[in-house]
């Protein structure tokens, strides 16, 4: 059974740094490439990140609202991809989710709240 | 960046009647390769997104074939045939054509 966890949410300032963490299981991680969604309050999805896999040179793509903040990296020992997000702002408030093959599988979610 | 327009916004339907959703791309979602790279999803209350179509007209694991994708390089639909109580949430089309990817809006369908 495919499985994918988020950790890592919380209530941070804005400024601030937070790191998520997807743990996945149930299907080949090293060859999977590995996404990160967010789903605004108002419920609309955004497409912010992902990393190819090896023999890709684990190349990374972000959408343009978080170049230069967010940094999207994975441990193939671990089954787990990350999303490192500094220089939040409050229009980063979302519920985060990793996701993998074109979002056949995705994470329950974690919630993450930017503000003062 | 490309664009999905979603309508409508939100249908309500009657338990066993049909309901179709428009998706409209600002860009012919055809690749090279012969893939059109639409996919459905449907959020249910509370749920993260499942898959429910992908490459715009094929059936994902486990779902019921009430469900069906059709289209053209840049207008989609996702028609559903005698509605059930357990297709109530949220639809999002969305494409993988090319970074970003995008998603639309959503349509909320409902029950009369």
């Known amino acids: 059974e495919v499985q994918l966890v988020e950790t890592g949410g919380g209530l941070v300032q804005p400024g601030k740094s937070l790191k998520l963490t997807c743990a996945t299981s149930g299907f080949t991680f090293s060859t999977a490439w590995m996404h990160w969604v967010r789903q605004s309050p108002e419920k609309r999805l955004e497409w912010i990140a992902r990393?190819?896999?090896?023999?890709?040179?684990?190349?990374?793509d972000y959408v343009e609202s978080v170049k230069g903040r967010f940094t999207i990296s994975r441990d193939d020992s671990k089954s787990s991809v990350y999303l490192q997000m500094n220089s939040l702002k409050e229009e980063d408030t979302a519920t985060y989710y990793c996701s993998v093959y074109y979002g056949s599988y995705w994470g329950q979610g974690v919630m993450v709240t930017v503000s003062s | 960046d490309i664009v999905l327009t979603q309508a409508p916004l939100s249908v309500s339907v009657t338990p066993g009647e049909s309901a179709s959703i428009s998706c409209r791309s600002s860009?012919?979602?055809?690749?090279?390769?012969?893939?059109?790279?639409l996919y459905w999803y449907l959020q249910k209350p509370g749920k993260s997104p499942q898959l429910l179509i992908y490459?715009?007209?094929n059936l994902a694991s486990g779902v019921p074939d009430r469900f069906s994708g059709s289209g053209s390089e840049t207008d989609f639909t996702l028609k559903i045939s005698k509605v059930e109580t357990e297709d109530v949430g949220v639809y999002y089309c969305?494409?993988?054509?090319?970074?970003?990817?995008?998603f639309g809006a959503g349509t909320k369908l409902e029950l009369k």
């Open positions: 490459r715009m007209s």
């Open positions: 860009k012919s979602l055809l690749s090279s390769k012969g893939i059109t790279s």
């Open positions: 990393i190819k896999d090896k023999s890709n040179n684990y190349a990374t």
């Open positions: 969305a494409q993988f054509l090319e970074y970003p990817n995008t």
